[in-house]
């Protein structure tokens, strides 16, 4: 019997493939399916080092908490620079040979981090990763390429499926794996990797063919960026998702730092937290969010997320005990799990048709801009303002999105 929430059958229904008996007969004839398992087996091997970063930086090399921001910052700064590099590259050698070179480079990141003996070999490591990371923006262009316009978003859905999904399994991965040594858990994160690049060196076909029209390339442009916040709605809507993003990635580095310092949680526990964040993430976005839209307008739901997001991140200093933190962090998720793909809906809903592609790419540089800045503003004020400061900045930024959404979308 399928249970009620079953991700790959929700991942599934977003390529709009119909239950029955050809369900997942359907699932295995469409390249899609190799994108999602291998943007997911990837992407759990991210969900695996993720929560262990800055213990296994201030533990082993003595890294200082604004040290620890910068290296946690450093894979979505190289994201932000190499993702347009790599859809152009994409454009002109194909999105297969960019698939796996990141997926190549991706293995190799992860062995330098399990072999790590020095904080600069440590930072390499993060840097590498997300240069290799960035080619998302190629599987994004393959989407395009074996996609219809009208399933074309079914299909984009594919990619958030599987990032939900690598952060419910790997944190819980890593958790398990730390007690035996930091190096572990990147080693497994590599082995995983690699299986990913073997899938797609075997199963995986180019989809860009010479002499066909290619989807275009998502760009991003300060130009583009200054026309676009110059629109009311549209500009508004991108401001509040970089503070959105900015507002969450304070804890990105002070979580597990807070955790184990003054929670007293060990780094096998601190895994746990994070899969518990992922599981309720995933649920609100597979599942609560699809009830809620059918009753209630994307505002409300960008409303009502922000406003649980800034309870829970400013809440998570105030907890004493582990239910309460279980708790908020449910809250926080819930919200988070909202906040997202309403705001991207309304985003979608106001940019004229024509210029989707461009608005996104915008979308996306400003959602990692935010996620380079904030974890180091938030290790900075965790070390030079106060342990609970990252905490409440980010609820201080999202009650400013909240005052925002209510004078500019009503």
């Known amino acids: 019997m399928v249970p009620k929430f079953c991700p790959v059958r929700a991942a599934a229904e977003r390529l709009g493939i119909r239950r029955g008996r050809g369900y997942f007969y359907a699932m295995k004839r469409t390249p899609l399916t190799i994108i999602f398992v291998i943007t997911f087996i990837d992407l759990l091997g991210f969900g695996i080092v993720i929560p262990i970063i800055p213990s296994y930086a201030g533990t082993d090399f003595g890294a200082s908490d604004v040290t620890i921001g910068f290296l946690v910052s450093s894979f979505s700064f190289m994201q932000l620079i190499f993702t347009p590099v790599w859809g152009r590259l994409s454009d002109r050698v194909g999105r297969r040979p960019i698939l796996l070179l990141g997926l190549f480079l991706t293995v190799v990141s992860y062995v330098l981090f399990g072999m790590a003996n020095t904080l600069e070999l440590l930072f390499f490591s993060r840097l590498l990763g997300g240069i290799g990371g960035a080619n998302i923006s190629a599987a994004q262009a393959y989407i395009s390429d074996v996609t219809t316009p009208r399933d074309r978003a079914k299909g984009m859905g594919l990619i958030g499926a599987a990032f939900g999904l690598g952060f419910v399994f790997g944190p819980f991965i890593g958790g398990m794996l730390v007690p035996y040594g930091y190096d572990i ?35 991003f442009s300060m130009r583009m960026l200054v026309d676009a916040l110059r629109r009311p709605k549209i500009g508004m809507l991108l401001i509040l998702f970089f503070l959105v993003t900015f507002g969450y990635a304070n804890i990105y580095a002070t979580f597990p730092l807070i955790s184990v310092r003054e929670f007293g949680y060990s780094d096998k526990q601190v895994g746990y937290l994070f899969g518990f964040i992922g599981i309720i993430g995933a649920a ?32 998570i200093p105030c907890t004493q005990s582990t239910v309460p933190l279980l708790i908020d962090l449910a809250i926080l998720s819930v919200g988070a799990g909202l906040v997202t793909p309403s705001c991207l809906s309304l985003i979608s809903r106001h940019a004229d048709e024509r210029q989707q592609g461009g608005i996104l790419g915008i979308n996306q540089g400003l959602g990692a801009l935010g996620r380079v800045l904030g974890p180091v503003w938030g290790a900075f004020a965790f070390q030079n303002i106060g342990i609970p400061w990252p905490f409440l900045t980010g609820g201080i930024v999202l009650f400013v999105v909240v005052i925002l959404i209510r004078r500019t979308l009503w």
């Open 185 to 219: 858990p990147g080693y497994a994160a590599a082995a995983l990797s690699a299986v990913a690049f073997v899938t797609a060196l075997i199963a995986l076909p180019e989809s860009l063919h010479s002499g066909g029209e290619s989807s275009p390339a998502v760009r």
């Open 284 to 315: 609100t976005q597979g599942g609560l969010i699809r009830v809620l839209s059918e009753r209630y307008q994307e505002r409300w739901l960008f409303f009502t997320g922000s406003v649980l997001t800034m309870i829970g991140l400013a809440g």
